[in-house]
Each structure stands twice: as structure tokens, then as C-alpha cells.
């Protein structure tokens, strides 16, 4: 009777001395893995083969191929990827990106509104309506509301920051004022 066997090559673990030769695994029966310390160390050197083609990479969608190290820059990173790169080439990460189904669903999901509403909201100003820059404009919305009710401007990154800090009350925003008028009045 077999305590362990390996699912790759068969070699059995027939008494606990035997366990040694397998992998350690707190969670399965025995603290031992199906899997013996052999095959482990041949599958962490095996490199899976693409079915077909001489690429590194391919882009799903345009079908475009990198065949070089070099090539693979015209791919959209990843991390966990094989060469660090996914299955998509640049151009086509931005096509997808700038669809109108995107802009609808991402700013549908943020604020409620159709990426139209969007932009008509935005359009009423090109300055930020509190400091006055027009860099990094912001589309400044209730968080209790959804739709273009909720918005109430267009803000620059750092004023709709502050007012998101100092809790997007009033009230928070006047204690704040009072605490600087005290230190103004000590001067």
C-alpha cells in the first residue's frame, strides 16, 4: 500500500521514510504533496512551446507578431506574461481603449453618465472653477448621487483632491476655514 505516488512518474512513497523524496505541503494528507522532489525540479525548468509559429508574441486582435526582443516593444505590458508582455499590441490596447462602448461603460461605472454627459458637463468650463488653472482638470461629483445631478464642476487634480480630504462637507471645509482665520488673527 502506496502512502504517496507521484502523478508524473509513478515513483511511490511507500513508508514515511519514503515521504522525504516528495514535495512538502502543509495543507495535503501527510504534509506531502502527489508530486516527487525530481519531477518538481524537471517541471520548474520546463518551458511550455506555443503551439505553432515562430513568434514570442501575437496580438490577438490585429494578428501582428513579434518575432524579437526588440519587437515585443510594440506589446502592452504584464507582469505575470510570458517576456513580460500580453497578447496585445499597443495600437490595439488604444483602439480599445478610445471605443465609445469604453468611454461609456467606464464613465457610466465612475459617475453615472454617458461619456456625451460627460463631456457636456466638462465643457462648461475649461478653467478650474476654484484656483483657476487649466491643467488636470477634474469632473468634481457628489459621491452621494449618481448621474449628472451629481455634478457639481469642473475642478483642477488639486482642488478636487482638497475638498476630497476635507470630506466633501461644508461643514468640514468652514471648520477649516475658521482654524486658519484663528491663525491669521494671531499675526
Given amino acids: 500500500m502506496s502512502i ?3 502523478k508524473y512518474c509513478n515513483s511511490e512513497a511507500n513508508t514515511y521514510e519514503d515521504l522525504v523524496f516528495f514535495v512538502t505541503d502543509s495543507g495535503s494528507k501527510y504534509g506531502k504533496k502527489n508530486l516527487c522532489t525530481t519531477c518538481q525540479k524537471e517541471r520548474r525548468t520546463y518551458v511550455k512551446k506555443r503551439a505553432s509559429g515562430d513568434y ?7 494578428g501582428v507578431e513579434a518575432k524579437t526582443q526588440e519587437d515585443l516593444c510594440e506589446f502592452v505590458n504584464h507582469k505575470d506574461a510570458t517576456h ?20 461609456d461603460s467606464t464613465f457610466m461605472r465612475l459617475y453615472g453618465v454617458t461619456a456625451a454627459e460627460y463631456d457636456e458637463c466638462m465643457s462648461t468650463s475649461h478653467y478650474c472653477e476654484h484656483c483657476g488653472t487649466d491643467k488636470k482638470l477634474c469632473y468634481d461629483h457628489d459621491h452621494d448621487y449618481r448621474g449628472v445631478e ?7 487634480q488639486a482642488c478636487n483632491g482638497a475638498v476630497g480630504i476635507l470630506g466633501d462637507t461644508l461643514e468640514s471645509i468652514n471648520r ?12
Fill in 4 to 6: 504517496r505516488v507521484c
Fill in 56 to 62: 514570442l508574441r501575437k496580438c490577438l486582435y490585429c
Fill in 84 to 103: 513580460g508582455k500580453r497578447n496585445m499590441c499597443i495600437e490595439c490596447k488604444k483602439d480599445k481603449d478610445s471605443s465609445p462602448e469604453r468611454r
Fill in 150 to 156: 451629481a455634478f457639481r464642476g469642473v475642478l483642477c
Fill in 176 to 187: 477649516m476655514s475658521n482654524y486658519l482665520r484663528r491663525y491669521e488673527e494671531k499675526k
